[in-house]
C-alpha cells in the first residue's frame, strides 16, 4: 500500500504533540498598563516515528506557526516563537488595568519518509491551544524622588 501526506496528516492528528509554555516578561504574573509585555516560548523541532499499513513512517516535526493571544481582545499571528529580554520580537501592550489570560497557539508542519526513503512533506498542519497564564495588569504613578 502506498503512504500518502493525507494518511500521514491523519497520523499526525493522533500523535501527541506538545503545547508550547508561554514565557511572560516580566515575570511574576504581574506587568503595567502601557508597558511593552514580551512574550515568547520554546517550541522545537522533534521526530515521531509511526506505523502505518504495516510501514515504518518517520515523522519530522517543527513549530512553524504561533497565534498569541493577550487575554484582552489582541492576538497576533507570527512564524517566530519570541525571544527573552532584551529581544523584543513578540510584545503587547495593555491599555486596561484587570486581569487577563494569555497563551500561545502552536501550529505544526511536518515532513515524512517511509521505510527510510526520501523526506516528503506533509500537506496540512495540526494547531494545538496552549494552556492560559494568568496575568495582572496594573497601574503605577511615577514619583519623583530627590537627593540630599
Known amino acids: 500500500m502506498v503512504i500518502t501526506s493525507a494518511m500521514v496528516l491523519r497520523a499526525l492528528r493522533e500523535v501527541p504533540l506538545p503545547e508550547s509554555v508561554l514565557v511572560v516578561q516580566p515575570p511574576g504574573g504581574r506587568t503595567l498598563v502601557n508597558f511593552e509585555t ?11 516515528t509511526v506505523r502505518l ?52 497557539d502552536t501550529t505544526y ?14 500537506e496540512g498542519t495540526v494547531t494545538m491551544a496552549g494552556q492560559s497564564v494568568g496575568l495582572q495588569v496594573l497601574t503605577a504613578s511615577p514619583t519623583l524622588v530627590g537627593y540630599r
Open 53 to 104: 499499513a504495516g510501514q515504518r513512517v518517520d515523522l519530522r516535526i517543527r513549530p512553524s506557526g504561533f497565534g498569541w493571544h493577550f487575554g484582552d481582545g489582541a492576538s497576533l499571528s507570527t512564524t517566530s516563537a519570541g525571544s527573552p529580554f532584551p529581544d523584543l520580537e513578540v510584545t503587547h501592550s495593555y491599555r486596561r488595568r484587570g486581569a487577563v489570560g494569555a497563551r500561545v
Open 38 to 48: 514580551n512574550f515568547y516560548t520554546e517550541a522545537e523541532e522533534f521526530t515521531r
Open 109 to 122: 508542519s511536518a515532513d515524512f519518509r517511509v521505510n527510510g526513503g526520501p523526506w516528503q512533506a506533509v
